[in-house]
């Protein structure tokens, strides 16, 4: 495996991938992804990814023995030839937004352009997937042209809705339901994020989503 990739023990069930770059991150998730891993989960975060057993059914040797198997493979592994950007493997999911938050005029101010251009630059070119975290179903999205922090509310609100899209940091994200916050909300989706009885989440990690502004409904 390249340099600048570490493998570390985290515990008797796991082991953390520390990797250099998003984009390398993200393409060792997605090969991982494409692995027979033998009841290993694949937990991406911002610039690691843990392997994880968390099967109970699954005892302590019986997970070191998967994990060092795993491991092998990894450290011969050529990261570089991995085909990190092939758009015909990346499932997008479109998300149609109603642009009408309460932070809409203060962030487009913010970045020197008026909320109608800042509507079209938020919907102007997929945003990535990069991992999942916070509560379920919740991504952090990001893109190449977004290099502008956003910086988080002094005071976070009480509640934020379910469907709110916002951004905070360098990060873009979709609330799946009603939680407190502290992101800039630019409006809001009917799109369903994470559905408890049937598919879970419906992002993944190295997924893309292509927002859409309408008006009214937004399904």
Known sequence: MDDGIRLLPYGPRAVLVELPDPAS????????GE????????????????????????DDTDAHARLSRTVR?????????????DPGRVRVVSVDVRYDGP?????AVSFGMSTDALIDWHTSSPWIVEFLGFMPGFGYLTRADHRRPVPRLDSPRSAIPGGAV???????GIYPRSSPGGWQLLGRTDHVMFDVAGDGATL???????????????R
């Open 35 to 58: 692995q027979d891993l033998g009841g290993i989960d694949v937990v991406p975060a911002e610039s690691t990814i843990l392997l994880d057993v968390s099967d109970p059914t699954i």
């Open 166 to 172: 916002g951004l905070a940091g360098l990060y873009c």
């Open 204 to 218: 993944a990690a190295g997924g893309q989503v292509q927002f859409r502004a309408v008006r009214g409904p937004t």
């Open 73 to 85: 493979t990894l450290r011969d592994l050529d990261l570089g030839a991995l085909n990190q950007d």
């Open 25 to 32: 991150r993200r393409a060792l998730t997605r090969w991982l």
């Open 103 to 107: 932070d809409l005029s203060d962030v």
